[in-house]
Structures are given as structure tokens and as C-alpha cells.
């Protein structure tokens, strides 16, 4: 298991444990969610992939797990699914200690 890979599984691990709250209220949103995720991975990893291609940047893929996607590292498509969802879960976490909190 690569080292970027272990990074995104210990990011989400928490996160994903903690999503099942449900007053977080992140998956009864499951369709937004999905939406949001789609646009994230559409332009940011559309971009990913074309700056690859035109070899702005390169993926050892020595460090990396040997799967590939459009010329992408597996661990480079999930980056794109797992930090945003970190984001979001982190943003309703906090929408919900605020009203908590008042």
C-alpha cells in the first residue's frame, strides 16, 4: 500500500465514521453530495489529467499503486472524492456545533 494511499484512508477514516451522526446531515443530502463530488472530480480531475498529458507534472508510479485511470494514479482519482468529502463533512460538522453551541 502506498504512502499516498494510506494518507487518504487515515483522512477519511474518521470523517466517514462520524458522517453516520445523523444530525450532521450528510447523508439524507446523498444526491447533492453526489452532484458536488461529480463537479469536483469532472473540472478538478479533467484538469488533473490534462495537465498530465501535457506532462506538467508526472506520477512516479513506482510510489504509487499500479492502477490507472485516464493516465492517473488510483490514488489520484480517490484524492478527488476523499478530500471533498472531508470538506463537506467538516463544513456540516460545523454548521451543526454552531447551532449547538447558541
Known amino acids: 500500500m502506498s504512502e499516498y ?3 487518504l484512508l487515515i483522512s477519511l477514516s474518521v470523517p466517514l465514521f462520524l458522517s ?11 444526491k447533492a453530495l453526489a452532484a458536488t463530488l461529480g463537479l469536483i472530480i469532472l473540472v478538478f480531475g479533467g484538469w488533473d489529467v490534462f ?3 501535457r506532462r506538467h507534472w508526472h506520477f512516479d508510479f513506482q510510489q504509487v499503486y499500479g492502477s490507472r485511470l485516464l493516465n492517473l494514479p488510483l490514488e ?7 478530500i471533498p468529502f472531508c470538506c463537506i463533512f467538516t463544513w456540516e460538522a460545523i454548521i451543526f456545533l454552531k447551532g449547538k453551541i447558541k
Not at 20 to 30: C, D, E
Not at 76 to 82: G, H, K, M, R, T
Open 5 to 7: 494511499l494510506k494518507v
Open 20 to 30: 453516520f451522526y445523523s444530525p450532521l446531515k450528510i447523508w439524507p443530502n446523498l
Open 51 to 53: 495537465a498530465a498529458y
Open 76 to 82: 489520484e482519482v480517490l484524492f478527488f472524492i476523499i
